[in-house]
């Protein structure tokens, strides 16, 4: 005989006022949360959603954990958009469907849970209809210094919050618009090497590193580029690249290539402004061939002593500083000033 499935799920609660805010507290089984929450996740081709993907082996750590009977006392942030309150905010009813409400923080928890199939309660505090904005706020909150949390994640939700941004937000904010448009564009030398929510392997930078190099360059007034727009700032990003490419040929297309390593990625954004003022002194312009020209003149720099020195803010500062020596030996001064020409 088949059971007749609930149309809403009641659970006592326990309403708590935190400034504007109310939130409910009360306690679920995993099994039920999971069929009536979704896990919003985000991945590197979609910009709806905002939290990372689930890592497969935390989850199976958490099942492991739980099926040892050992207790997971850590609550679950939830906001529900299909759920209504009553007997004064003492009883929560959530709608028995697929799609009740979102999991903000703890959606390691739950899965975990729910793969462990043991029948386990867990605590949990919601929002009721909180916005997107507001949902992605509490994210960051909770979870900006938190292990396992890619900052990279925080830089790109930036322009999703309403709030004031001060100059360097912006700055990061421009940042992450340039590096979406180089990720996506299929002709650009960073198409599909830029990454979000996962750790950067060799050959790939972490938006992370791509806001911390190119952040400085676009603030507003004082970055090297602040003066030219978002897609002037893409281009002469790319140039550069491609431009590294003509002349560097055999370090740029080496598997995993320096030149998209932490180390070597820093030490090519601090030597830009230099190239850049090069290009504009004795060409007037920074299209791919004039770039080129200007590399060319060290051509027989060893790109190869970067791959030796590490990793570390010393190691990069130390590669920018040697090929910007180089540089200097190569050109008698450097210009200021100038028009582009992209």
């Known amino acids: 005989?088949?059971?007749?499935?609930?149309?809403?799920?009641?659970?006592?609660?326990?309403?708590?006022?935190?400034?504007?805010?109310?939130?409910?507290?009360?306690?679920?089984?995993?099994?039920?949360?999971?069929?009536?929450?979704?896990?919003?996740?985000?991945?590197?081709?979609?910009?709806?959603?905002?939290?990372?993907?689930?890592?497969?082996?935390?989850?199976?750590?958490?099942?492991?954990?739980?099926?040892?009977?050992?207790?997971?006392?850590?609550?679950?942030?939830?906001?529900?958009?299909?759920?209504?309150?009553?007997?004064?905010?003492?009883?929560?009813?959530?709608?028995?469907?697929?799609?009740?409400?979102?999991v903000i923080d703890g959606q390691h928890r739950l899965a975990g849970a729910h793969e462990s199939g043991a029948s386990i309660e867990l605590p949990v505090v919601a929002f009721l209809g909180l916005s997107d904005e507001e949902q992605i706020q509490q994210f960051i909150t909770i979870n900006r210094e938190a292990k396992g949390v890619p900052a990279s994640l925080y830089y790109d939700l930036l322009k999703h919050l309403p709030t004031k941004r001060t100059t360097s937000e912006r700055a990061k904010e421009r940042a992450v618009d340039i590096a979406g448009e180089l990720k996506r564009d299929e002709e650009s030398p960073f198409f599909g090497k830029i990454v979000v929510t996962s750790v950067a392997r060799k050959g790939e930078i972490s938006l992370n590193n791509f806001v911390r190099k190119v952040s400085p360059l676009v603030i507003e007034n004082k970055g090297a580029l602040s003066a030219y727009s978002l897609n002037e700032q893409r281009q002469i990003i790319a140039n550069y690249y491609r431009a590294l490419d003509v002349i560097f040929p055999k370090y740029y297309n080496k598997v995993a290539s320096v030149f998209f390593q932490t180390v070597g990625f820093g030490a090519l954004l601090n030597s830009l402004p230099m190239v850049f003022n090069l290009c504009l002194k004795h060409h007037k312009s920074f299209r791919v061939e004039d770039v080129a020209r200007v590399l060319a003149e060290v051509r027989h720099f060893d790109f190869g002593a970067w791959e030796r020195m590490g990793s570390g803010a010393g190691a990069e500062s130390q590669a920018g500083e040697d090929l910007q020596a180089e540089l200097s030996a190569a050109f008698d001064t450097l210009g200021e000033g100038g028009t582009i020409a992209l």
């Open 1 to 102: 005989m088949a059971t007749r499935m609930k149309r809403e799920l009641m659970f006592d609660c326990l309403p708590v006022r935190q400034g504007d805010a109310v939130l409910y507290m009360f306690s679920a089984r995993a099994t039920e949360l999971w069929k009536c929450l979704q896990i919003n996740q985000r991945d590197e081709d979609k910009d709806a959603g905002y939290q990372r993907v689930l890592s497969a082996s935390r989850v199976r750590s958490i099942a492991s954990y739980i099926k040892a009977k050992r207790p997971l006392p850590l609550s679950i942030l939830i906001t529900l958009e299909k759920a209504r309150v009553e007997r004064g905010g003492r009883r929560i009813a959530i709608k028995n469907v697929g799609d009740a409400g979102w």
